[in-house]
T-cell receptor, first 109, second 114 residues
Framework: EDQVTQSPEALRLQEGESSSLNCSYT??????LFWYRQDPGKGPEFLFT???AGEEKEKERLKATLTKKESFLHITAPKPEDSATYLC??????????FGSGTRLQVQP | DADVTQTPRNRITKTGKRIMLECSQT?????MYWYRQDPGLGLRLIYY???????NKGEISDGYSVSRQAQAKFSLSLESAIPNQTALYFC?????????????FGEGSRLTVL
């Protein structure tokens, strides 16, 4: 059974204070690892897909990296508008995504 | 207009009632999904459909049923609602020809079962 664990559950940062969110996974045959952002009262929005260990993707202040056991979402110099819940998900074979429970990020001005 | 539309957005009902949540999409995607979100538990897959004739159970399908009426429509039913089905429900779509992990979500349907 695929398992995805995200840490920390919640993170509070000051504006400009860089940090990283962790997503560790236990799967057989990873097809892809995905990061989503979810704002309160909204559906998740797709951020990145990572397919193989060593791969990195960047978007504005966010950078996602992947190893054989975990993925990190690095947030550089965050702004208050980066406050959201960040969800990690894995896909194996033909199946639908399995999501982690998310990290709630709050960036204070 | 939203590409993935869920109705109703909010619903309060009583134990034992039958409830249907509807999802329609204009993205032209073959694949559709129903997820449930609870605080601290993330998104859990209820059912998914890779085309009109293909319906698959997810990890928490007990107490739920689905109907894929057309490529664009995927409905979730609770035949006899119970309080622990109180949650936020999301419909999503994906395109098998592209990045199949890129899901497009609706705005969610908040269901409260008293």
């Amino acid at each position: 059974e695929d398992q995805v664990t995200q840490s920390p559950e919640a993170l509070r940062l000051q504006e400009g204070e860089s940090s990283s969110l962790n997503c560790s996974y236990t799967v057989s045959g990873l097809r892809g690892l995905f990061w989503y952002r979810q704002d309160p009262g909204k559906g998740p929005e797709f951020l990145f897909t990572l397919y193989s260990a060593g791969e990195e993707k960047e978007k504005e202040r966010l950078k996602a990296t992947l190893t054989k056991k975990e993925s990190f979402l690095h947030i550089t110099a965050p702004k208050p508008e980066d406050s959201a819940t960040y969800l990690c998900a894995v896909q194996t074979g033909r199946r639908a995504l399995t999501f982690g429970s998310g990290t709630r990020l709050q960036v204070q001005p | 207009d939203a590409d993935v539309t869920q109705t109703p957005r909010n619903r309060i009902t009583k134990t034992g009632k039958r409830i249907m949540l509807e999802c329609s999409q204009t993205k032209g995607h073959d694949r559709m999904y129903w997820y449930r979100q609870d605080p601290g538990l993330g998104l859990r897959l209820i059912y998914y459909s890779f085309d009109v004739k293909d319906i698959n159970k997810g990890e928490i399908s007990d107490g739920y049923s689905v109907s894929r009426q057309a490529q664009a429509k995927f409905s979730l039913s609770l035949e006899s609602a119970i309080p622990n089905q109180t949650a936020l429900y999301f419909c999503a779509t994906s395109d098998p020809g592209e990045n199949t992990g890129e899901l497009f979500f609706g705005e969610g349907s908040r269901l409260t079962v008293l």
